[in-house]
């Protein structure tokens, strides 16, 4: 069919910062192919992503009146807008296609293959959502190359949290090219020799280290849940940095990035494995230097507040149906599950992360 046929609409749904810095290209580029389209901007803070606007994209897809399956709808943006698009997908005419397009470093290494999508809900994030992989997602870091250094180290927070639980080589590159990615904004290769958070020597094999690392991490994430897209199996590695922060960080909303309150959920989860004998001191050490030198928190007070914490681990375990199923690392790159951490251990690994408090928080 001729693409110009006012019939074949194809819906573009982009947030407001990348309308921002893209919309002409992208308005030029489909205008160019004779692409019929109806682009829609909307906005994508953590705190805008709830039903409401799951109903508006719902609203722009009627609008739209695309076919069910030949013109999937594109979602173009970070995270919350992929969560968002995905789930008014999931709902539309009971489930149509669509396409991600992520923009964001966290929207590269985590939302791209993941199949769940969410909204936050009544103070919880991510309570309502749906199972709905995309069509197909396109991955350019390209677009890294506008994205302020703060969210750079947010997606950080996701790529070390695989490294942790996964990839012990991957994270010797975040020890040596971490900081010179970000700096770079992922757009060229790291200098040979990089800037070691622990010292060694360097990793470089001629490949490009912002490749090698989004790749690593994807390609982590793409083996952890695929065995388990509908997660039937509720031990999932890929949960580590994930069993206290859902909770946290929407009381620390707008404090916190989601790669952030991810980053402290791994710090503080080193501690407790370290209480059990899972992780030795030095690891700590590197794991905590490591966070420091990508730029991402290693310390909130909510994370040294053993309430709170008993809080989201119970939170967790409803979610979980009972068990803690609690991933933890047991040595750089591995991890291991608890399913009886007590409250003396939360007390005992929140005392330790107040230890790296800066001295006027203490």
Known sequence: MDRSDPSDTQLVLVDTTIDRLYGDRLRAYLEYHRVPYHLVSLPSAEEQKTIDLVLSVASAMNEAKAFRVRN???????????????????????????????????????????AKTGVNFEGFRNRLGSYSPPLRTLIDRSFLATLPTRQLRNGMGEIFKMALIKDARLFG??????????????????????TAASGGPPLWTGANPADEVIGRAIQGMVEELQPNLWEK???????????????????????????????????????????RGLLRSDEVHRVVACARSLGLPV??????????????????????????NLPVM???????????????????????????????AR
């Not at 399913?339 to 005992?348: I, K, Q, S």
Request: proline residues 7%.
């Open 72 to 114: 999937p709808p594109i979602a173009i943006g970070g995270g919350v807008m992929l969560d968002i698009v995905g789930l008014a997908a999931s709902l539309y005419r009971r489930g149509i296609p669509y396409i991600r397009v992520p923009t964001t470093l966290l929207g590269l290494v985590d939302v791209s293959v993941a």
């Open 173 to 194: 590159l975040l020890e040596r090219y971490g900081a010179e990615l970000i700096e770079g904004k992922f757009q060229d290769a790291a200098p040979p020799g990089g």
């Open 233 to 275: 199996q509720l031990e999932r590695s890929v949960d580590y940095g994930h069993s206290f922060s859902p909770l946290l960080e929407m009381r620390a909303l707008p404090d916190l990035y989601h790669g952030e309150a991810v980053t402290l959920d791994c710090v503080f989860s080193a501690f407790l494995a370290a209480h």
């Open 299 to 324: 310390w909130h007070p909510l994370f040294c507040d053993a309430d709170a914490l008993g809080e989201a681990l119970a939170d967790t375990v409803r979610h979980r149906n009972g068990d803690q």
């Open 330 to 360: 047991a040595g750089i790159g591995s991890a291991r599950f608890l399913n009886d951490v007590t409250p003396a251990e939360l007390d005992a690994a929140a005392a330790a992360m107040a230890e790296l408090a800066p001295v006027g």
